[in-house]
């Protein structure tokens, strides 16, 4: 079974800093591709950002490229998300995903698990 677990997400000013943290277990990673994704009220769930199990080339979403940055530690199986200069237009549930693939696709569908999901709130 596999688990992925989200934390670190709370409530911030704008312009502040949160770090998303998602612990994988229940199997080795190896090869997978790890997401982010939020889902704001009222709104679909969108992309947000992913990492190959290389940890070289990343992908964002152009609303959040120059202000978070997506890591991974296969060593401890987790992926982190580190979200500066964040904005009220961030405020969501975020969500980590995995996807049994070295290529990053950024659509849901393409993972095959989830986290529960973290809250974030950026205040204005």
């Known amino acids: 079974q596999v688990q992925l677990v989200e934390s670190g997400g709370g409530l911030v000013q704008a312009g502040g800093s949160l770090r998303l943290s998602c612990t994988a277990s229940?199997?080795?990673?190896?090869?997978?591709?790890m997401g982010w994704f939020r889902q704001a009220p009222r709104k679909e769930r969108e992309f947000v950002a992913a990492i190959p199990w290389s940890g070289g080339r990343t992908f964002y979403a152009d609303s959040v490229k120059g202000r978070f940055t997506i890591s991974r530690d296969n060593a401890k199986n987790t992926v982190s998300l580190q979200m500066n200069s964040l904005k009220p237009e961030d405020t969501a549930v975020y969500y980590c995903?995995?996807?049994?693939?070295?290529?990053?696709?950024?659509?849901?569908?393409?993972?095959?698990?989830w986290g529960q999901g973290t809250q974030v709130t950026v205040s204005s």
């Open positions: 995903a995995a996807r049994a693939s070295s290529v990053i696709r950024t659509t849901g569908p393409e993972y095959q698990n």
């Open positions: 229940g199997r080795t990673f190896s090869g997978y591709t």
